[in-house]
Protein backbone atom coordinates (compact mmCIF):
# COMPACT_ATOMS: atom_id res chain seq x y z
CA UNK A 1 0.00 0.00 0.00
CA UNK A 2 1.48 3.19 -0.86
CA UNK A 3 1.53 6.15 1.75
CA UNK A 4 2.66 10.14 1.69
CA UNK A 5 2.54 10.98 4.80
CA UNK A 6 2.64 14.84 5.32
CA UNK A 7 3.60 16.96 8.29
CA UNK A 8 4.73 20.19 9.54
CA UNK A 9 1.86 22.10 8.38
CA UNK A 10 0.52 25.08 11.21
CA UNK A 11 -0.18 28.55 11.89
CA UNK A 12 2.68 31.53 11.68
CA UNK A 13 2.58 34.86 11.33
CA UNK A 14 3.58 36.65 7.92
CA UNK A 15 7.56 36.68 8.02
CA UNK A 16 7.67 33.11 9.51
CA UNK A 17 8.76 29.74 8.61
CA UNK A 18 7.41 26.25 7.87
CA UNK A 19 9.16 23.10 6.99
CA UNK A 20 6.39 20.35 5.49
CA UNK A 21 7.81 16.91 5.48
CA UNK A 22 6.29 14.30 3.13
CA UNK A 23 7.27 10.42 3.83
CA UNK A 24 6.29 8.03 1.20
CA UNK A 25 6.51 4.16 1.80
CA UNK A 26 4.89 1.46 -0.46
CA UNK A 27 7.09 2.42 -3.51
CA UNK A 28 10.88 3.05 -4.34
CA UNK A 29 11.19 6.57 -3.53
CA UNK A 30 13.88 7.48 -5.84
CA UNK A 31 13.35 8.20 -9.78
CA UNK A 32 9.60 9.65 -9.36
CA UNK A 33 9.04 12.46 -10.05
CA UNK A 34 7.62 14.54 -6.81
CA UNK A 35 6.35 17.64 -6.12
CA UNK A 36 4.50 20.07 -3.27
CA UNK A 37 1.07 21.77 -4.17
CA UNK A 38 -1.47 23.58 -2.73
CA UNK A 39 -4.98 24.69 -3.00
CA UNK A 40 -6.52 27.85 -1.57
CA UNK A 41 -10.10 28.62 -0.99
CA UNK A 42 -11.99 29.71 -4.30
CA UNK A 43 -8.36 28.74 -6.18
CA UNK A 44 -7.36 25.62 -8.38
CA UNK A 45 -4.92 23.45 -7.06
CA UNK A 46 -1.44 24.75 -8.04
CA UNK A 47 2.06 23.58 -8.21
CA UNK A 48 4.82 24.92 -5.54
CA UNK A 49 7.49 22.87 -6.39
CA UNK A 50 8.77 19.67 -8.26
CA UNK A 51 11.59 17.63 -8.64
CA UNK A 52 11.61 16.38 -12.00
CA UNK A 53 12.29 12.53 -13.10
CA UNK A 54 15.92 13.58 -13.96
CA UNK A 55 16.41 15.40 -10.91
CA UNK A 56 15.75 18.82 -11.76
CA UNK A 57 14.15 21.25 -9.19
CA UNK A 58 11.36 24.26 -10.45
CA UNK A 59 9.43 26.45 -8.10
CA UNK A 60 6.42 28.97 -8.90
CA UNK A 61 7.25 31.93 -10.04
CA UNK A 62 5.80 33.53 -6.96
CA UNK A 63 7.46 31.26 -4.53
CA UNK A 64 10.90 30.71 -5.73
CA UNK A 65 12.77 33.11 -3.94
CA UNK A 66 11.63 32.04 -0.24
CA UNK A 67 11.14 28.05 -0.73
CA UNK A 68 13.57 25.46 -1.23
CA UNK A 69 12.63 21.77 -1.85
CA UNK A 70 15.12 18.50 -1.04
CA UNK A 71 14.97 15.22 -0.33
CA UNK A 72 16.42 12.84 1.89
CA UNK A 73 16.33 9.53 0.20
CA UNK A 74 17.41 7.53 3.07
CA UNK A 75 14.63 8.21 5.13
CA UNK A 76 12.64 8.18 2.07
CA UNK A 77 11.26 11.73 2.65
CA UNK A 78 10.48 14.75 0.65
CA UNK A 79 11.27 18.34 2.59
CA UNK A 80 9.36 22.27 1.27
CA UNK A 81 11.43 24.34 3.46
CA UNK A 82 9.03 28.07 3.15
CA UNK A 83 10.85 31.64 4.77
CA UNK A 84 9.04 35.13 4.56
CA UNK A 85 5.44 33.34 4.29
CA UNK A 86 2.56 35.70 3.37
CA UNK A 87 -0.85 35.40 4.15
CA UNK A 88 -1.40 34.35 -0.01
CA UNK A 89 0.65 31.84 0.80
CA UNK A 90 -2.16 30.01 3.25
CA UNK A 91 -3.83 27.11 2.16
CA UNK A 92 -3.79 23.27 1.96
CA UNK A 93 -0.80 22.12 0.83
CA UNK A 94 -0.33 18.25 -1.03
CA UNK A 95 2.54 15.94 -1.89
CA UNK A 96 2.28 14.15 -5.03
CA UNK A 97 4.35 11.39 -6.27
CA UNK A 98 4.03 9.69 -9.94
CA UNK A 99 5.77 6.33 -10.75
CA UNK A 100 7.43 6.14 -14.01
CA UNK A 101 7.50 2.42 -13.00
CA UNK A 102 3.66 1.88 -11.69
CA UNK A 103 2.57 4.60 -13.79
CA UNK A 104 0.07 6.00 -10.88
CA UNK A 105 -0.30 9.04 -9.49
CA UNK A 106 -0.63 9.70 -5.55
CA UNK A 107 -1.16 12.24 -3.28
CA UNK A 108 -0.85 12.87 0.30
CA UNK A 109 -3.58 14.07 2.79
CA UNK A 110 -2.75 17.32 2.85
CA UNK A 111 -1.52 20.06 5.42
CA UNK A 112 -2.96 22.95 6.29
CA UNK A 113 -0.97 26.01 6.42
CA UNK A 114 -2.35 29.75 7.76
CA UNK A 115 -0.39 32.88 7.66
CA UNK A 116 -1.58 35.74 9.12
CA UNK A 117 -0.69 39.33 8.88
Known amino acids: QVQLVESGGGSVQAGGSLRLSCTVS????????MAWQRQSPGNDRELVAE???????NYADSLKDRVTLYRDNAKNTLYLQMNSLKPEDTGVYYC???????????WGQGTQVTVSS
Open 26 to 33: GIRFSGNY
Open 96 to 106: YVRSPVRGENY
Open 51 to 57: ITYGGTT
